[in-house]
């Protein structure tokens, strides 16, 4: 069974423009989340998707977007890139059912210049 | 505010020994908590996790203690091994089932 994956893996982006981060759950998963990774924050819960739609979101501005598909793949946005935005992206996916633990991809590195 | 707390930023075990990895959370209301390890590079991957109906779960080598009137919990791992050398992140399952709050990570180095 594939795991989660997460394109692209690495990504250099400049101040002020936007960005698009794509995620495809372990086939038969229907819920996604997304995570943000920073030296100092740790992982960030930044929304999670349920059957293309948003269940839940955490405490981060409107320039952070995501959605979901009806294949339950997922993309996260970005508008207006600041430096402080440069950071690990983590997606993860799980059953939505029932939960126990979500799988985690290997992450989007985002640096912005 | 933080929710999920790991106070040690890392820790230094010799190989065969036992590694303890502490996390404290504030919300009584969190009653499912999950342990993830990652490597550099790699996204987290889970270990083990404990409902709050238990205070104990085991796996292999992995053990997690939880201590709900102290809002405590911790992974005990024995022996530990070189490739144990992580970082380990508590997390707790937010009321909703629909998010994992994480403490900022504890750097395990097991050494030979």
């Known amino acids: 069974k594939a795991g989660v994956t997460q394109t692209p893996r690495y990504l250099i982006k400049t101040r002020g423009q936007q960005v698009t981060l794509s995620c495809s759950p372990i086939?038969?998963?229907?819920?996604v989340s997304w995570y943000q990774q920073t030296p100092g924050q740790g992982l960030q819960f930044l929304f999670e998707?349920?059957?293309?739609?948003?269940?839940n979101k955490g405490n981060f501005p409107g320039r952070f977007s995501g959605r979901q598909f009806s294949n339950s793949r997922s993309e996260m946005n970005v508008s207006t890139l600041e430096l402080g935005d440069s950071a690990l992206y983590l997606c993860a996916s799980s059953p939505g059912q029932g939960y126990t633990e979500a799988f985690f991809g290997q992450g989007t590195r985002l640096t912005v210049v | 505010d933080q929710q999920v707390k790991q106070n040690s930023p890392s820790l230094s075990v010799q190989e065969g020994r036992i590694s303890i990895l502490n996390c404290d959370y504030t919300?009584?209301?969190?009653?499912?908590f999950l342990w993830y390890k990652k490597y550099p590079a790699e996204g987290p991957t889970f270990l083990i996790s404990i409902s709050s109906i238990k205070d104990k779960n085991e796996d292999g080598r992995f053990t997690v203690f939880l201590n709900k009137s102290a809002k405590h919990l911790s992974l005990h791992i024995v022996p530990s091994q070189p490739g144990d050398s992580a970082v380990y992140f508590c997390?707790?399952?937010?009321?909703?089932?629909?998010?994992?709050?994480f403490g900022k990570g504890t750097t395990l180095s097991v050494s030979s």
């Open positions: 997390a707790a399952l937010n009321q909703a089932g629909t998010a994992l709050i």
């Open positions: 998707y349920f059957s293309e739609t948003q269940r």
């Open positions: 086939s038969g998963h229907r819920s």
């Open positions: 919300n009584s209301m969190f009653d499912y």
